[in-house]
Each structure stands twice: as structure tokens, then as C-alpha cells.
């Protein structure tokens, strides 16, 4: 199926007669596969593949993309028919198992991108090598992030593992992340950031932890990050916040703590956040308690209406005098204080 006969087709004539084949290359893709050799790129979408098709490939193929196909295993030696490769994007397939040190014969890869296969465990080695920039995971079934995946001085700056099964990720492998601009963990089972693990990530301008189990956050976690713009926190379990929690995020622009349990804000957590997009702060369905600990929250309110996301929106669950009661609406005496 992958011989070079047949994949001369009429196709490959004309790219011949054009001179734009590879002239020191067996001129030949996989008859399934479109190949597009003046830049290098080759594009197998939604063909019956079971195995990965590096006899085919262009030895000086850059750009590979297999995706909706039924393979199921990625090895060192299946990469090694394409040294050039810098970019490789394997969207949901049916990937079980990829080997170690899978990447040592593409030393020039920067982009992986395994979003939406079958993969479990990861082993050793399995992203060394080569000098990877971006990382996707995404849509996976990994229970376990391993240090161990990761050469120690990555430069890794775009790391996406949302949508897997992970209940933690280890300091040891964070520690070796110190070029990362984007993490994003979301839609995970994650309950906890250990203290300071995040302490390395100097340079984050993104963060995504939304859609996890996380009921608390250490003070410390966001604490080396004067560049994060964008934190995402939606759909946890957050009952309370520690009072410093933002206070180096003078830089954030956006701010999701949506659908959390929240009952209170503690006075002066907001007040860092100086840099806010408009309808850049979501507070809704959080099951706020409007009694007098809630002045900073109304105040806060009342002050930066036009930086809250459905400001009117943000309703008290208790007192039952006052539940359902949008927190801006409130007066004084509701709010038992004393003038
Ligand atoms: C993958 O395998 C399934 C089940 O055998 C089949 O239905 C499907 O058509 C295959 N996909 C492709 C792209 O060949
Ligand atoms: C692939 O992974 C599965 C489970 O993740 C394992 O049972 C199987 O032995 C692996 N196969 C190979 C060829 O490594
Ligand atoms: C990261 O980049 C630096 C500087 O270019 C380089 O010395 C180092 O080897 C790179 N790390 C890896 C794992 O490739």
C-alpha cells in the first residue's frame, strides 16, 4: 500500500514534471496520504491506517500530521524515517503506547501534539532529546505525570495535559519547567497544588487548574508569577481563599473563580489585581453569605462593577432573609453594618 509505484500516481507525475519533488529522495507518500513537498509537509487525515506509515515518508519531510486513524503504537524507530521533522501532530488516534526515547532521532522537533488518544502511562525518556517548545497531552487517560518524562533543562513553554485523569502533578517535574508561559491542567481530577511547587514557573502567562477538585490553595502557589495574565480556577470545590493569595498578580487580566463554594472573599484579596480586563473577574455561582464579612466583597463591587463578569449576578445563598439577593443590591443595614 505505501510503495512507490503506487503512490506515482498521476499526482506524483505532475510534481515531478514540476520539479518539485524531493530530488534526492525516493519520490514517494503513502498512497493514503497527501504530501505537499514544497513545504515539506505531509497530511495523512482520516485514512484506514493501523500502523504508522514511515515507510512512505519523505525523508525530508518537517510537518507530519496523522489524525482519526486507528494506529496505536509510536516507536523511536517509526521517527527516525523523518529526521527533519519539527513539527508532529498525531490528533486523536488510537495511541496506546509510545516508546522511550521516542524522540532521539528527531533531535529538530519543537511541537507534539497526542491530543485525544488512548495513552496511559508514559515511559522514561519518552521527551528527551529533542529541543520540544510545545507539549500537548491533551485528551488522554494518564493517571500519573512522571518527572522522568522531561530532560531536566527543558525549554519547554506550552504544556497542555487537560482532560486526563491526574489526581497530582509532582514538583519534580515542574521543577524542570522554568521556560513555561502556558500550563494547562484543567479538566483533571487534581486535589491539591503542593506548597511552592509551582515556584519555579517564573515566566507562566497562563495557567489553566479549572474543572479539578481543588478545595484549598497555599498561599505560596501563585506567589512567583508576576507574569500570569490569564488563571483559571471555574469549577472546583475553593471554600476559602488565603487573604495574599494574588497579591504579585498585578499583571492578571483574567480571573475565573466561577462555580466554586465560596461563602466569602477576604478582605484585601482583590485589591492586587489592578490590571483586570473589563468583565474580567468571574465570581458567579459561588454560594456567597452576605453578613458583615461580606463589606470588602460590596464594596469591591460597587467600585469595579465594570471589570465583573454579570456583576448583578452575584447573589447571596444565606442569610434565607437574603438569598437570591444580588450582592450589589444590597444596603448597609442588610448587611448589619454600622455607619
Ligand atoms: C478504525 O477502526 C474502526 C473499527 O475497526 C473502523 O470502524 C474505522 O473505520 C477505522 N477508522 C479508519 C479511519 O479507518
Ligand atoms: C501497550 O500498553 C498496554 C497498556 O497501556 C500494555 O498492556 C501493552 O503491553 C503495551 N504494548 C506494547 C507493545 O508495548
Ligand atoms: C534549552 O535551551 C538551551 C539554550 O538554547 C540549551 O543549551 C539547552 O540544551 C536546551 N535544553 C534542551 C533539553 O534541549
Given at each position: 500500500m505505501f510503495s512507490c509505484l503506487l503512490a506515482m500516481k498521476p499526482r506524483c507525475y505532475l510534481l515531478i514534471l514540476s520539479l518539485a519533488c524531493f530530488s534526492n529522495v525516493v519520490l514517494c507518500c503513502p498512497a493514503i496520504c497527501k504530501c505537499y513537498p514544497q513545504r515539506a509537509e505531509v497530511v495523512c487525515n482520516e485514512v484506514p491506517l493501523t500502523e504508522y506509515p514511515s515507510q512512505g515518508l519523505p525523508e525530508t519531510t518537517t510537518m507530519l500530521t496523522i489524525q482519526?486513524?486507528?494506529?496505536?503504537l509510536l516507536t523511536e524507530q517509526h521517527l527516525n524515517a523523518t529526521p527533519s521533522l519539527t513539527e508532529l501532530h498525531l490528533y486523536?488516534?488510537?495511541?496506546q503506547n509510545v516508546s522511550s526515547h521516542l524522540l532521539r532521532g528527531v533531535p529538530h522537533l519543537h511541537t507534539l501534539d497526542l491530543t485525544g488518544n488512548k495513552l496511559n502511562e508514559l515511559p522514561a525518556g519518552v521527551f528527551s532529546h529533542a529541543q520540544l517548545r510545545n507539549l500537548v497531552l491533551k485528551?488522554?487517560?494518564?493517571?500519573k505525570a512522571e518527572a522522568d518524562w522531561l530532560p531536566d533543562n527543558s525549554n519547554l513553554t506550552w504544556l497542555d495535559v487537560s482532560g486526563n485523569r491526574l489526581t497530582e502533578v509532582p514538583a519534580s517535574l515542574l521543577q524542570k519547567l522554568s521556560q513555561l508561559e502556558n500550563l494547562d491542567l484543567s479538566n483533571n481530577k487534581l486535589e491539591k497544588i503542593a506548597a511552592n511547587s509551582l515556584t519555579i514557573l517564573t515566566r507562566l502567562e497562563r495557567l489553566n487548574l479549572q474543572n479539578n477538585k481543588l478545595d484549598t490553595l497555599d498561599p505560596s502557589v501563585f506567589q512567583s508569577m508576576p507574569n500570569l495574565a490569564y488563571l483559571f480556577l471555574t469549577r472546583n470545590k475553593l471554600n476559602k481563599l488565603p487573604p495574599n493569595l494574588f497579591q504579585m498578580l498585578s499583571r492578571l487580566q483574567y480571573l475565573s473563580l466561577e462555580?466554586?463554594?465560596?461563602s466569602h472573599i477576604p478582605t484585601g484579596l482583590l485589591d492586587p489585581l489592578v490590571n483586570l480586563d473589563e468583565d474580567g473577574l468571574d465570581l458567579t455561582v459561588n454560594p456567597f453569605v452576605c453578613d458583615e464579612k461580606m463589606e470588602y466583597l460590596w464594596r469591591w463591587l460597587l467600585k469595579n462593577k465594570k471589570k465583573v463578569f454579570l456583576a448583578g449576578s452575584i447573589t447571596c445563598a444565606k442569610p434565607p432573609s437574603l438569598a437570591g439577593r444580588s450582592v450589589l443590591s444590597l444596603t448597609q443595614s442588610e448587611l448589619n453594618l454600622h455607619s
Open positions: 482519526f486513524t486507528n494506529i496505536t486523536s488516534n488510537q495511541l485528551k488522554n487517560q494518564i493517571q462555580d466554586n463554594q465560596l
